[in-house]
């Protein structure tokens, strides 16, 4: 049954809810703005309250003396380091606790020599080249992230990552795709065909209801454009698709695609799918990665704490609240090992942290369970020769598939150079599963049979070394980011909201942006402030 229409308003929402069902939420932008009705700059969200770092002048100013609190920060991540460098620019003595041997957390760069063992007691050792490296965890930050403020602070250099490439490859096998099409070829093809459709429905007089003469000649204007439609309305495929011979010097104009794909079979392939992605408001273009491997980042928070502030190898194994602080439990070199403070800021993966003894309460340790882990894998591809550049020409970029691989992604890095490092896959879920189940040599053997499947034999016969990672098996972590029916502020997450005696929880999964270091250091940032408030407060 059609949904009631009152008013030219509400049939125009309806009209435009329509084109973003069809052409994802670029066409849906586009043609706002067509019809006048884009956003524009006057327009602004309303923002969270900006963040002021603790400094050593908060406690001059109230004329106090002693020494600072002490805070001790479980979880060496990016949430925690944040927590301690933070705090330590106002003076507080702050000890960090990591369970692994480095700091980091999920922020994991893997390069040569690496030797990584995961809770089934498995083994690989990297045996990536020099200058190679995998960001087996996060591996790009949007421009907009807070993340790139303390590059900038921090003095973590950074380049461009290439998110979307309109050389990179679609291949959807279990349509009947034969063979791999370009990005830019199925973008082509899916925007002409919505664009002719909507035109005929256009000029057919279906949308005369929603659109007014002058609404329906802007449409008809931007689909023309959008689409590459003939003068017909027609799509009939331009240079917009690619070319089969690239244009060159006078008398070589070049050879475009041909055979463009019927209507029928460009939405059979369901490629089309792929296109909303380089709209989210957190994977849009540009995007960017640290020079030299994600890690330089919590490389950078450890050398502005201290070193000698962090204890790595040191797995904590009883958090208590006192009447007056907090106590800490931890192993570190075979012993065990206490530590007193003023205050805690936990910030564990909570599926970790419910495994922990604790005091905090049954509210604390429900609300814990509550939150799951999701699972995400990768493996990285070490390849002698660039040969993605030289017989594909992509330079970056990810190749979408409904393979149980998912994505193939390109190195933002060392573009021709020698040898190059392909992210073979990167999968998650129940994908992710297939491949935690499995040997790393079967990991390996599986991901080169499907790869080779896109890329053909060099995908294999290049191939230098390799190391794959599954986010589910990794010691401390066990997770690669979580699941929270209702978000961070629903009422089963609220005892981790707020402090818990002398504990505090900080951690991405507190947040918004879940599985992205900004939510990880947002909610430490939250933390700070109210933990700071606190003492200036006592």
Known sequence: MAEPQVGTGTSRR?????????GGAGAMFATMGA?????????????????RAPRHGDFTLQGRKGRPA?????GGGIAGL???YELGKAGYDC????????VGGRNLTVRGGDRLTDINGVSQTAGFSKGQYMNAGPARLAQWMVTLDYCRELGVPIEVFTNTNAGALIYNETTGMKAPVQYRTAKADVYGYV????????NSGALDAELTADDKERLLTFL???GSLGSDYTYTGTEHRGFNVDPGAAGAPGEKLGDVPSLSDVFASNVGRYFSFEFGYDQAMLMFQPVGGMDRIPMAFARAIGEEKIRTSAPVTDIKNTTDGVQITYTQNGRTRTITADYCIATLAPHILAKTSHNLGTAVQTALRAVKPSYASKIGLEYKSRWWERDFRIFGGITETDLDLDHIWYPSYGHLGERGLIIGYYNTGAHSDVYSALTPPQRLERALDQGVKIHGGKYRSELAASYSHQWKLVPYLEGAWHSMPGGPDAPAYAPLNTAQGHVYFAGDYLSYLDAWQHGAI?????????????VLAS
């Open 14 to 22: 309806a009209f435009l809810r329509s084109v973003g069902v069809t």
């Open 35 to 51: 019809l006048g009705l884009a956003p524009t700059a006057a327009y602004a969200a309303e923002k969270e309250a900006p963040f």
């Open 70 to 74: 002490k805070v001790v920060v479980i």
């Open 82 to 84: 944040t927590s301690a």
């Open 95 to 102: 000890t960090v606790l990591e369970a692994r041997d480095r």
């Open 195 to 202: 664009s002719e459709l909507l035109s005929k429905a256009t």
């Open 224 to 226: 023309k454009s959008y």
């Open 522 to 534: 947002s909610s430490a940032r939250k933390v700070v402030t109210e933990l700071h408030q606190r």
